[in-house]
């Protein structure tokens, strides 16, 4: 049973998310912005999933560790999750500063690894702060006001790349765009301002002291969090297995759909590969194709929540991922820009849903005390279909895929429709609370 947590205003709820703008933006210009960087530092097509194998890599050591530190952690002023968002948008900021001056294919990929470390130092307790914060009726607002934000950073970092091309011309010495540059700065500064608006506007629950004397009793240690980390996937609840089998194909589509989006354009749209001027054009379309979708997620968050309410979660993440797969499966065919952002209306429907609803159907499962390192654990389900599809899918694009990028965005619709089946299985439980005793717990 978890105690009654305080309301918060709509405006405080937003207060508590918006370093999740930031965060988001970095996350968009890694969707948009780094696989053409690669091809401008002359990748080849089938080497694009593994120098993405940073992102599922660090995402797999890094967010189930934070979780379970996080949970461990207590300080008076910083509280319990914010010192983590800090530290990841401090490294985070330094790190988008720097990308654009690579000045080769290694020192992007490197520099990609830090900046993932960093994002999802920042972006792992983010989850576990609204369960932390939020009473029940309100969890649902607080995780779709994060997929809000998602599209709101998205979108900007996604159309920043089109901005900054009619502005900025020249090329560097390594073949980037100056262009470029202006993408990743904005985002720098982002990542920074908007996580210490959160930081500094939204104080954390302290714990009872009950609570607090149960964490000063933790046992300590190196391997304490390693520790509890298994043990938690040992008594993960069945619904959360269930998740797992969703996220597989959930996650591959989306890695596949981002690696691949902006050479299917080139394809479908422009008739060109990844080399010639045609190639950046195809790049910014990709960039204003992206920020649509984002667009989309935003302006529909909220309205999620109203039908997760009506419909229940379930079936509404169900009907996102078959509006999402049926996009795809158009998406190729497309010759005509404008036609592009059709099949975008349901994707970003579905994108809200991929950053949100998931959340809703398994909080009322997890343990309070717990929050932390099974929000890390929901993202090793994330990671994992990602590790997988970097590994795997460069053999399967040249060998099944005949090394087309209009066949890999039909996989990954194909791939989306089977995490809808696998979504029909899940049976989401309530979640359930009782007053706070006394004060103290506020």
Not at 48 to 72: E, H
Not at 359 to 374: A, D, H
Not at 388 to 413: C, D, H, K, R
Request: charged share 10%.
């Amino acid at each position: 049973m978890q105690l009654q947590k305080p309301s918060l205003s709509f405006w405080q709820i937003i207060n508590m998310n918006v370093g999740f703008f930031g965060i988001q933006y970095s996350f968009g210009l890694q969707q948009t912005a780094i696989n053409p960087l690669y091809s401008f530092l002359d990748a080849k097509p089938e080497e694009l999933p593994i120098l993405n194998l940073a992102g599922p890599m660090t995402g797999l050591l890094i967010q189930p560790v934070i979780g379970a530190l996080s949970d461990r952690t207590w300080h008076p002023r910083w509280g319990r999750r914010k010192p983590y968002f800090l530290i990841g948008a401090i490294f985070c900021s330094i790190c988008l500063f720097a990308f654009p001056f690579s000045r080769a294919l290694w020192m992007a990929a490197g520099l990609l690894w830090i900046l993932d470390a960093a994002n999802n130092t920042a972006m792992e307790p983010y989850r576990a702060f609204i369960a932390d914060k939020l009473p029940a009726r309100q969890q649902p607002t607080g995780f779709l006001t994060q997929s809000f934000f998602t599209g709101l950073g998205i979108t900007l970092a996604n159309l920043s790349l089109g901005f900054f091309k009619d502005i900025i011309t020249g090329t560097s010495s390594s073949g980037i765009p100056y262009w470029v540059y202006g993408s990743f700065f904005v985002g720098g500064v982002c990542s920074i301002l908007s996580v210490l608006w959160s930081v500094l506007t939204t104080p954390e629950i302290p714990p009872t002291p009950a609570e607090l004397a149960e964490l000063r009793a933790r046992p300590k240690g190196f391997f304490e969090p390693f520790k509890e980390i298994i043990e938690a996937i040992r008594h993960m609840p069945p619904i959360m297995w269930k998740l797992a089998l969703v996220y597989l194909f959930q996650w591959y589509a989306m890695f596949c759909y981002w690696q691949y989006v902006s050479l299917s354009i080139a394809a479908s749209v422009f008739k060109t590969d990844s080399s010639g001027a045609a190639y950046e054009d195809a790049v910014v379309l990709t960039g204003q194709v992206n920020g649509f979708y984002n667009i989309v997620t935003f302006l529909s968050a909220f309205g999620l929540v109203v039908l997760a309410r009506k419909w229940g979660a379930k079936w509404v993440h169900v009907i996102c991922l078959l509006l999402a797969s049926l996009g795809l499966f158009i998406f190729p065919f497309i010759e005509q820009p404008f036609l592009l952002f059709l099949p975008m209306v349901g994707f970003g429907i579905a994108w809200a849903s991929m950053m949100g609803i998931p959340y809703v159907m398994v909080v009322g499962s997890i343990p309070k005390e717990k929050y932390g390192v099974y929000m890390g654990i929901i993202n090793m389900m994330i990671v994992i279909p990602m590790i997988l599809q970097t590994l795997s899918f460069g053999w399967v694009y040249e060998n099944m895929l005949n090394s087309t990028p209009g066949n890999a965005i039909f996989f990954a619709a194909g791939l989306l429709f089977l995490a809808a089946m696998a979504t029909l299985r899940i049976k989401p439980l309530p979640v359930t609370e009782t007053p706070i005793p006394s004060p103290s717990a506020h």
